[in-house]
């Protein structure tokens, strides 16, 4: 299995902070490589796909980037609401699989 | 506006069956791969098992491969998770997520889950 890591862990910001996640497989998976987020109590909510595409409705200060191993989701300007917890996945191999998560609290 | 509405989540013994759904709406639900995700409270999300379009296609996630089943009416716009062999650590959320149209490994849309205990 394809085995996906995310760094850090937790990440304490303030509003307006440039933000930026790490996520890293265990091997290759070109670009197939999508980032969740997901707030206490709530279902999971999809932002980008294809390692940086934003679905429809996600704001422009979300952006991913990355290929092969190495991917990054940076938020430009974090607001209020983006205080969560966030995923990526891949779905390059069966079984698709997630990162561990990163947790995004208020410093 | 699309709608995944998961249903049948219960607390079953260790050993007992149960069987998920999940309505569709606001969408052409024939045309998408279907998936189902869980994640154990307070814990990561896991990735379950998908459905081709036409149901021709599943696949599973190691944990689940050989217990769990997948399957879907096209008429019903339902799609379903047949769970058997259920262990403890099956305790989970379980979600139903729409296939991206031409990233289909991937989600766009989640339900907002069903919780399933596995308990004596």
């Known amino acids: 299995d394809i085995q996906m890591t995310q760094s850090p862990s937790t990440l304490s910001a303030s509003v307006g902070d440039r933000v930026t996640i790490t996520c890293r497989a265990s091997q290759g998976i070109s670009n197939y490589l999508a980032w969740f987020q997901q707030k206490p109590g709530k279902a999971p909510k999809s932002l980008i796909y294809a390692a940086s595409i934003l679905h429809g409705g996600v704001p422009s200060n979300f952006s991913g980037s990355g290929s092969a191993t190495d991917f990054t989701l940076t938020i430009s300007s974090l607001q209020p609401e983006d205080f969560a917890t966030y995923y990526c996945?891949?779905?390059?191999?069966?079984?698709?699989?997630f990162g561990p998560g990163t947790t995004v609290d208020i410093k | 506006e699309v709608q995944l509405v998961e249903s049948g989540g219960l607390v079953v013994q260790p050993g007992g069956s149960l069987r998920l759904s999940c309505a569709a709406s606001g969408f052409t639900f024939d045309d998408y791969t279907m998936h189902w995700v869980r994640q154990v409270p307070g814990k990561g999300l896991e990735w379950i098992s998908l459905i081709s379009w036409d149901g021709a296609s599943t696949n599973y996630g190691d944990s689940v491969r050989g217990r769990f089943t997948i399957s879907r009416d096209n008429t019903k716009h339902s799609l379903f998770l047949q769970m058997n062999g259920l262990r403890s650590d099956d305790t989970a959320f379980y979600y139903c997520a729409k296939g991206h149209y031409s990233h289909s490994g991937t989600f766009d849309s989640w339900g907002q889950g069903t919780l399933v205990a596995v308990s004596s």
């Open positions: 996945q891949q779905y390059y191999r069966y079984p698709f699989t």
